[in-house]
């Protein structure tokens, strides 16, 4: 029984490094997303610029090619954020699982009746979530 406790313990602490680890890649993607879209708002604005300026076509089809590939750029890092997104998902749901599955301990086995037990005060989060109900 205690190996059992000991082995689900271990998983669960290889769940949350590699939930860790998908957190932190998933701002990084954020980070690039920030930094590539204000680099799609100077093309436009150069874009705009060149356009009013009147520029040969060549000049505006250029900038218009790199507005599209920093546009892909940005669809393809905001695909992976959610691919992580949702594997996040899939483990919440499986550490969830292992978690109600471990033995929880009672009141009991602390010696303390239940008149004495008192619920932690809310989080400001759950507060906030309170509120805006």
């Excluded at 590539?36 to 150069?46: K, P």
């Excluded at 520029?55 to 890092?77: F, M, N």
């Excluded at 929880?104 to 809310?122: G, K, T």
């Amino acid at each position: 029984m205690l190996d059992n406790i000991l082995n689900q313990m271990r998983r669960s602490a290889e769940r949350v490094q590699r939930r860790g680890e998908e957190l932190t890649q998933s701002t990084r993607l954020r980070l690039e997303v920030f930094g590539l879209s204000r680099e799609l708002e100077g093309l436009y604005a150069r874009l705009g610029r060149a356009y009013h300026a009147g520029a040969d076509s060549e000049v505006l089809q250029g900038i218009q090619d790199e507005i599209r590939r920093v546009d892909e750029e940005i669809s393809a890092r905001e695909h992976l954020i959610q691919e992580l997104g949702s594997d996040t998902e899939d483990h919440a749901n499986e550490a969830a699982a292992v978690l109600s599955a471990a033995p929880r301990p009672n009141a009991e086995a602390y010696d303390v009746l239940p008149s004495e037990r008192r619920d932690p005060e809310p989080l400001d989060s759950e507060r906030q979530r309170e509120r805006e109900r």
